[in-house]
C-alpha cells in the first residue's frame, strides 16, 4: 500500500498545480498570416497538412512551428513572408514555376538535388510503411510488393519504394486524404511520416486500425531554393542566424510539449511544498477508505476480466474470419430489413463505408445503389423465408460503374440476438466476360464452319481437275496453232488460257483458304526471323525482278503455327511488290514492336497505296480494287492472312493513302492465343 499510496499522492499533487496555474508563460512571436505586406517580400511555398510543423486551424490559418519560426525571421529580418499553404504537389508546382522563392517541409533526395540549393536539415524525421492491423508480414519496403501503397504526390518516399522495386502506386493530393482513404479500405497500406501519420490516425480515430513498419528510412526537413539563386539563399540563412537556439526551442515545444525533466526538481518541490502538506493530510484520509474498497473490487475484477478475456478472444477470431473472407458479407435485422454488419469486402466492393451503409440501409436506398435497391432487396428477403436463396444480379458501385454479382442469402443465429439474414455477395464480372467471351467464340466457330462447307463444296476436287484439264488443252491450243489462225482465233484461244488460269488460281486459292480454316494449327516457339528468311527466298525470283529493297528490323521469337507465319508474310510482301509504283524504287520495311498481351508487326511499302475507305473491304475474300486486266489477283490473299492472324489471337489492319504507300499492321497474342 505505501507505493500505491505514494503515486496517489504525486497525481494529486500534480492536479493541485494545475489547478493553481503552474507553469511557464513563453512569450513568442506572432503566427505569420497568408495576406503579408507585399514590399519587400519572399514567397515561402509549404505543405499546409504536416502537424505540428504545420497546419490549418479552424479558421484556416496556418499554425505550427515553421509558420512561427518564418514569422521571426521575419520580424529579424525586416523583410516580410507570404506562406503560401497548400497540398505539397502543388507546393512543389509553384516553387518549380517560379511562383515561390523558397520551398520548405522538403526531404533532400538525388532527383532535388539537381534544381534545389538546400539549406542545413532543422529536424529529422522517422518515415514508416503503415499497414491495416489485419495484415502481417510487413517489415520493409520489400514486403509490400504485390500491394498498392498509397503515397502523397510529390512525397520522397515515392523515390525510395521505387528504388526497392515497387511501381504500383495509389497517389493523393495530402498526408490527410491519404489518411482518410485508408480509413475508408482504397489502400491497406501506405507510406507516410511518422509525425503527420499518427495526428490523423488519432483525430480521425483510426488508431486501432493500423500499424507502423519499423522507419523505412529518416529523412530530414530543410528549405530550399532554385538554383542559381545563391544570394537569396544567403540572405536567409543570415536572417535564421538571427535567431537563438533557446528561441527555437521555446517554439518547438510549444507545439511538440516540453518533456518533464527539464523543470527544475528543486525549484518545483520548493513551489509545491505548501500545496503538498496540504495534499497530504486530504490524501491520507482517502487512503483508508479507498483500501478498504480496493479489497472489495480486486475479487469482483478478477471474475469480470476473465470473462472479458472469453469474449475478445471469441469477437477477435470471428472478426478475423468476418474481415478476411474474400466475399462481401451482410447482416441484416430479419424483422426490418435494417443493416446491422458489414465486413471490408463489403466497402471494397460497392465504395461505400461500413458506417454509410449502416445508416443507409435497405429501405433508403434507391433503385440500382450499392448494396442493394429496395424493392429488389425486401422481395430477396420475404423469399429468403422458404429457403436460402441464390442470384444473379447486376450491382452498382458508388462511382456508378456495374459489375455481375452473385448473392446468396440464408437465414440463421449468428449472434445470440435472434434471427438475422446472413448476405454474402460475390463479384463474378469474370466470369460473365468469359462467358461472354465464350459465346462470342463459339458464334465465329458456328460461321467458320459454315464457311467451310461452302468453300469445300466450291474448291472440292471434282472442280479442280476439270479445270487443270481445260488448262492443259487450252495451253496445248495455244502452242500447236498460234500463228497458223486468223487474229480473231488467236484472241479467243489466249482469252480461254488465261481465263483458266485465272480459275485454277481462285481454286487453287479457296482450297489454301479451306486449309487454314478447317485444319490444325500447330503452334511452337518459333523465330519470326527465319520464318521472314523463308518468305523471302520463296519470293526470291519476284523481288529480283522488282529490284526490291526490303528492311527488317530484329523480329522476337513468338508462339506461332511456322508454316502460316511463312505464308503470312509471303502474302503481304508479295501484295507490297504486286502493288508497286512504277515511278520509284521498290522499298519494303518490317518491323515489330511489344505491345500488352503479345506483339505487333508492321510491313510497309512505298507502293501506290489505297483509298482508307476500302481499309476493311480489301480483307473481304474475293474483294479486289483493281480489274484483272489492271494488276492480276484472286482477292483471297488478304482474306487469307486475316484469317490467320485471327487464329493466332491477333488482328490485321491498314494505314494507307494513295500515292502514299501502305503499312500493315498485325499482333500476335504473347501465348499464340489459338483458336
Not at 15 to 29: D, E, I, M, R, Y
Not at 123 to 141: H, N, Q, R, T, Y
Not at 275 to 302: G, I
Not at 526 to 546: K, Q, S, V, Y
Request: aromatic letters at 8%; one cysteine or more.
Amino acid at each position: 500500500m505505501g507505493v500505491w499510496s505514494f503515486r496517489l499522492l504525486m497525481a494529486v499533487s500534480a492536479l493541485l498545480l494545475l489547478l493553481s496555474g503552474g507553469g511557464t508563460a513563453w512569450a513568442l512571436a506572432p503566427v505569420a498570416k497568408e495576406d503579408e505586406p507585399s514590399v519587400p517580400a519572399i514567397t515561402v511555398a509549404i505543405d499546409d497538412t504536416y502537424p505540428p510543423y504545420v497546419f490549418r486551424d479552424e479558421t484556416g490559418q496556418l499554425r505550427g512551428i515553421l509558420p512561427e519560426l518564418w514569422s521571426l525571421w521575419s520580424q529579424r529580418t525586416g523583410v516580410a513572408v507570404r506562406l503560401q499553404g497548400q497540398d505539397w504537389g502543388e507546393a512543389l508546382r509553384r516553387f518549380a514555376a517560379g511562383e515561390a522563392d523558397v520551398v520548405d517541409t522538403a526531404f533532400r533526395t538525388p532527383a532535388r538535388e539537381r534544381t534545389f540549393i538546400f539549406s542545413e536539415p532543422y529536424a529529422s524525421i522517422d518515415v514508416s510503411i503503415f499497414f491495416s492491423g489485419d495484415l502481417s508480414g510487413i517489415g520493409d519496403a520489400r514486403t509490400v510488393r504485390g500491394f498498392a501503397v498509397g503515397v502523397k504526390d510529390g512525397d520522397a518516399c515515392i523515390d525510395k519504394l521505387v528504388e526497392s522495386g515497387i511501381d504500383s502506386f495509389r497517389h493523393y493530393s495530402s498526408y490527410e486524404a491519404l489518411v482518410d482513404g485508408a480509413g475508408r479500405g482504397e489502400v491497406k497500406v501506405f507510406c507516410i511520416d511518422k509525425p503527420p501519420g499518427a495526428y490523423f490516425l488519432v483525430k480521425k480515430g483510426l488508431e486501432g486500425r493500423f500499424r507502423a513498419s519499423p522507419p523505412l528510412y529518416t529523412g530530414q526537413f530543410h528549405w530550399a531554393v532554385l538554383n542559381g539563386r545563391d544570394d537569396l539563399r544567403r540572405m536567409i540563412q543570415a536572417g535564421f542566424d538571427r535567431i537563438s537556439p533557446e528561441e527555437r526551442r521555446i517554439i518547438e515545444e510549444r507545439w511538440q510539449g516540453q518533456a518533464l525533466h527539464r523543470f527544475g526538481t528543486e525549484d518545483l518541490l520548493r513551489s509545491l511544498r505548501p500545496m503538498l502538506l496540504a495534499a497530504a493530510a486530504a490524501t491520507l484520509a482517502l487512503l483508508a477508505w479507498v483500501w478498504t474498497l480496493r479489497r472489495q473490487v480486486r475479487a469482483r475484477t478478477a471474475e469480470l476480466t476473465a470473462a472479458v478475456d472469453d469474449l475478445a478472444v471469441s469477437e477477435r477470431r470471428f472478426r478475423t474470419i468476418f474481415d478476411t473472407i474474400n466475399d462481401a458479407i451482410l447482416v441484416h435485422d430479419v424483422a426490418t430489413g435494417a443493416i446491422l454488419q458489414v465486413n471490408h469486402r463489403v466497402e471494397e466492393l460497392y465504395g461505400w463505408t461500413a458506417q454509410e451503409i449502416i445508416q443507409l440501409g435497405v429501405d433508403v436506398l434507391s433503385e440500382g445503389q450499392p448494396p442493394y435497391g429496395r424493392a429488389e432487396a425486401l422481395k430477396w428477403i420475404a423469399r429468403s423465408a422458404e429457403g436460402p436463396q441464390v442470384f444473379e444480379w447486376r450491382a452498382r458501385h458508388r462511382d456508378g460503374s456495374l459489375f455481375w454479382a452473385e448473392v446468396a442469402m440464408r437465414r440463421a443465429d449468428i449472434d445470440g440476438g435472434g434471427e438475422r439474414l446472413l448476405v454474402v455477395v460475390r463479384d463474378i464480372s469474370e466470369r460473365k466476360e468469359a462467358e461472354e467471351r465464350l459465346t462470342r467464340t463459339i458464334d465465329a466457330l458456328t460461321r467458320s464452319n459454315a464457311d467451310l462447307e461452302r468453300f469445300a463444296y466450291i474448291a472440292s476436287h471434282d472442280l479442280r481437275e476439270p479445270l487443270n484439264t481445260v488448262v492443259r488443252y487450252a495451253q496445248l491450243l495455244e502452242s500447236r496453232y498460234r500463228g497458223r489462225l486468223d487474229g480473231d482465233l488467236d484472241a479467243v484461244v489466249g482469252f480461254v488460257v488465261g481465263g483458266a488460269k485465272h480459275m485454277l488460281s481462285l481454286v487453287e486459292g479457296l482450297l489454301e483458304f479451306s486449309r487454314i480454316e478447317g485444319g490444325t494449327t500447330r503452334a511452337a516457339m518459333i523465330d519470326a526471323d527465319g520464318a521472314l528468311r523463308a518468305a523471302l527466298e520463296n519470293l526470291g525470283h519476284t523481288i529480283g525482278e522488282c529490284g526490291a529493297e526490303i528492311v527488317a528490323g530484329p523480329l522476337p521469337r513468338v508462339r506461332a503455327d511456322e508454316v502460316q507465319l511463312i505464308q503470312l508474310f509471303q502474302n503481304l510482301i508479295g501484295n507490297a511488290l504486286k502493288y508497286r509504283a512504277p515511278e520509284r524504287p521498290v522499298r519494303v520495311e518490317i518491323t515489330c514492336g511489344t505491345r500488352p498481351g503479345g506483339w505487333e508487326f508492321t510491313v510497309a511499302d512505298n507502293g501506290i497505296g489505297l483509298d482508307p475507305a476500302y481499309a476493311e473491304q480489301i480483307f473481304v475474300i474475293f474483294k479486289r480494287l483493281h480489274t484483272q486486266q489492271g494488276i492480276p489477283g484472286t482477292g483471297i490473299g488478304l482474306a487469307l492472312c486475316k484469317r490467320i492472324v485471327e487464329r493466332h489471337g491477333g488482328r490485321i489492319w491498314v494505314d494507307s493513302a494513295p500515292g502514299e504507300g501502305a503499312r500493315f499492321h498485325f499482333t500476335l497474342a504473347e501465348d499464340g492465343g489459338l483458336l
